[in-house]
């Protein structure tokens, strides 16, 4: 369901509306201006698809992408970046809720062994 990614959306639109109810005093560019920069950030947060976007993970698969070194590890979160074959990056925040218990531990367990194995190449010959 990946409902943090939807909450997280929504409080940072919700900060962004925020700002643009502060500039009600401004000129009338700078709040068209700002009002855009939201609409911009909302169109990024659907194409990502952390919003009511038609693109939801059914399956993960290790294979093509390359997982990021920028990828981390939280005690009920685990926040992973990837490249696409195609070059492109993307992101994706699972939190406890989004997928069952025992499938988000047996992540954060594999994203775990992998730092060690990238940052310690003996350890692979395990």
Known sequence: MRRAERLAAGLVLVAAGGAVALLAASAWWTQLLAAGGVATVALGLWQAGWIESGNRVAE?????????????????????????????RRAMLLARGDVPAGQLRALVVRLRIEAVERALPEARTR
């Open 60 to 88: 993960l698969r290790w294979s093509p992408g390359e997982l990021s070194a920028d990828t981390r590890v939280f005690r009920d979160a685990v926040w992973l970046r990837w490249r696409s074959p195609a070059g492109r």
